[in-house]
């Protein structure tokens, strides 16, 4: 089992940041990758991004490209998500997710873990 526990979320204004943390515990030796969700009020959950633990590359969803910058420690078992120049459209609960085998990143399915999830709230 991993366990996922995430931070950093909160409320912000248009045009500000938030770096978020995910930090894993258990085993977290079978982790092949991590990566960010969101789920808007109303809305189904959506892929923000992801990036393979070992050799760090990292896939965004169009809409955070240029914006949102995922990254990961491995001594601390942690992955965070940098928001840049966020918008009232990226208010969500955000969710971080690890994975133990390859596929498709963007298939919530295919994560085995999840934590609780955090609010980020963008104010225009």
């Known amino acids: 089992q991993v366990q996922l526990v995430e931070s950093g979320g909160g409320l912000v204004q248009a045009g500000g940041s938030l770096r978020l943390s995910c930090a894993a515990s258990?085993?977290?030796?079978?982790?092949?990758?991590m990566g960010w969700f969101r789920q808007a009020p109303g809305k189904e959950r959506e892929f923000v991004a992801a990036i393979i633990w070992s050799f760090g590359h990292t896939y965004y969803a169009d809409s955070v490209k240029g914006r949102f910058t995922i990254s990961r420690d491995i001594d601390k078992n942690t992955e965070y998500l940098q928001m840049n120049s966020l918008k009232p459209e990226d208010t969500a609960v955000y969710y971080c997710?690890?994975?133990?085998?390859?596929?498709?990143?963007?298939?919530?399915?295919?994560?085995?873990?999840w934590g609780q999830g955090t609010q980020v709230t963008v104010s225009s």
């Open positions: 258990g085993r977290t030796f079978s982790t092949y990758a």
């Open positions: 997710a690890a994975r133990s085998f390859g596929g498709t990143l963007y298939r919530e399915v295919e994560y085995n873990y």
